[in-house]
């Protein structure tokens, strides 16, 4: 990683010099809390021009609307058309940045802060740890080599950012360096349990029986991809309105569907407009879903991956299921 030249893009910034940050489409807790603690570490270091956005719809979810750091974010339009720096949270590829990806053009410089193994190194600057358990933990390290200490406020971003990657601390990316960084940010004075409840366990009581009904129709196929179960569901635009729902809410469900123990890949299968499907996939170690997004155009990490589905729920699970066989983790690989 190009340490040097990403402290350097910061610290060669005039006091007045533009930053626009930018994270992937549809924000998840690392690409907001990445972004906005970096944010408010820019802040600290006395930068006053600076801009946070993220392309497509500009909602953002309500888990994370109480997020230090907000009043940095403007609308996609509002972002600044040639920042001296952009700097790009979360994204693993140029697809994700939507309608801001001219940006990587017209700034002085881009900086790309990642974890994701399929990132493309689509900036000038490339900080891409595929080892880091979140792309928050790219930032911590880049603010200590800022000189810029943690407080309160960064420090709350970064916990969001580190908690939901690691599903709570629950996957296998929690290695000691994860937990030893959670103790720094906790030390700083935040309240995991507060911020746990809001970020994981709240949702609108229609969200709740939305989850009964579209659970309910949930299929488990026992024969898939070499004996290694898929379950999966679908949830439409309909379901949504019905239940007076916002897209985001979906997001939790595919923890709800990769508990079956039958299954090794789990699949939730959300409908973004007329025959148009975002897919949410996990593994439990059988299968390397990331092989199986970029096969269908989208990408992602080894155990949890995405694309852009088309056609009805149905196709998409097909095309899911003829990547399986081809995406089998061999023993000892
Ligand atoms: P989720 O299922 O939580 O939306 O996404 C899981 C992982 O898959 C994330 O790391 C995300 O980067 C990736 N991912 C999800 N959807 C897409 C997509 O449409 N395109 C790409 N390139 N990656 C995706
Ligand atoms: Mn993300
Ligand atoms: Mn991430």
Redesign the pocket.
């Known amino acids: 990683a190009d340490w040097a030249a990403a402290v350097a893009a910061v610290e060669d910034l005039p006091p007045d010099g533009r930053v626009q940050l930018i994270c992937?489409v549809?924000p998840?807790g690392d690409a907001l809390g990445s972004m906005l603690g970096f944010g408010l570490g820019l802040r600290r270091r006395g930068l006053r021009r600076l801009r946070a956005t993220f392309p497509g719809p500009p909602e953002v979810p309500e888990p994370f609307r109480g997020l230090p750091g907000l009043d940095l974010l403007v609308p996609a339009t509002e972002a600044y058309a040639d920042p001296d720096l952009v700097i790009c949270f979360?994204a693993?590829?140029e697809?994700?940045l939507g309608e801001l990806v001219d940006r990587l053009e017209t700034a002085g410089t881009a900086l790309v802060l990642d974890h994701?193994a399929?990132n493309t190194r689509f900036g000038h600057v490339n900080l891409v740890d595929p080892h880091a358990a979140a792309t928050s933990v790219v930032v911590e390290e880049l603010l200590a080599r800022l000189g810029v200490p943690l407080d309160a406020g960064i420090a709350e971003c970064l916990y969001v950012a580190l908690s939901t990657d690691t599903g709570s601390f629950r996957f296998e990316a929690t290695t000691p360096a994860v937990h030893a960084m959670a103790g720094r940010l906790l030390a700083t004075g935040i309240r995991p349990g507060d911020i746990s409840r809001r970020i994981f366990d709240t949702r609108p009581f229609g969200a709740v029986r939305l989850f009964g009904e579209v659970l309910s129709r949930a299929r488990l196929e026992p024969a898939a991809a070499g004996g290694h179960g898929l379950v999966w569901t679908y949830a439409t635009l309909d379901d949504l309105t019905r239940h007076d729902q916002r897209p985001y809410v979906l997001?939790a469900l595919?923890d709800s569907v990769r508990c079956t123990a039958e299954a090794d890949v789990s699949c939730v299968v959300k409908q973004t407009g007329p025959g148009e499907w975002?897919?949410?996939?996990?593994s439990k170690g059988a299968v390397d879903v990331?092989r199986v997004?970029v096969a269908l155009?989208?990408?992602?990490?080894r155990f949890?991956?995405?694309?852009?589905g088309l056609g009805t729920a149905a196709d998409v699970v097909g095309s899911i299921r003829v990547q399986l066989d081809g995406a089998l983790i061999t023993p000892g690989a």
Do not use: K, L, P
């Open positions: 992937h549809n998840d979360d693993a590829s697809s994700r994701h399929s997001e595919i975002a897919v949410s996939m996990r990331s997004a155009g989208g990408g992602g990490h949890a991956a995405g694309f852009t």
